[in-house]
């Protein structure tokens, strides 16, 4: 069965520090994608991708990182945590065109 | 631009009984329009999917949603509830305006009384 696995699934991280969030697909997808999950807000796209190589900014990209080395993987970097950075973190892979998702089960990471 | 209206936070229903979770987009033309289910600790599922034809699609688990184009609505139907529906549901729209990127609503929260 085609999934999308995220690691670590929790994550407590010190303010200033470096968080690489990482996703694996084996969907075969072109398209991967970063949401972050806050109440109130709904899914906000972080950064996404084409293929392996291509990182593209999404609407909210500012403190975050992306890299695509191949087709299957795809991680998110946080250089300098912040506590404004604590929330869920999803993971997605899509098949283009009329786009539909396939989510990893989420990384809840807390900045302290 | 698109935008994606879920007008409801949160929804009660009882067991048994019917549904309807609103959802309202805006956009000219006729996107692709989507409902994804997120169930506590776990990432979102599609639920259902209409791209063309016939504006009533089915789903999984007895869902369905009806695109009404004059309304500008894709609303979600369920005629009888279990507890197992409670989770949150998204509704989200995607067009060759935005190069296929989903946009989406804030979700409702669907509660089922006993």
Redesign the interface.
Known sequence: EAAVTQSPRNKVAVTGGKVTLSCNQTNNHNNMYWYRQDTGHGLRLIHYSYGAGSTEKGDIPDGYKASRPSQENFSLILELATPSQTSVYFCASGDGGQNTLYFGAGTRLSVL | AQSVTQPDARVTVSEGASLQLRCKYSYSGTP?L?W?VQYP??????LL?Y?SGDPVVQGVNGFEAEFIKSNSSFHLRKASVHWSDSAVY?CAV?ALDSN???I????TKLIIKP
Do not use: I
């Not at chain 2, 600790?41 to 599609?46: A, E, F, S, Y």
């Open positions: 692709y989507f994804y600790r776990q990432g979102l599922q599609l999917k791209y998204f995607s296929y990127q989903l989406w609503g804030s979700g």
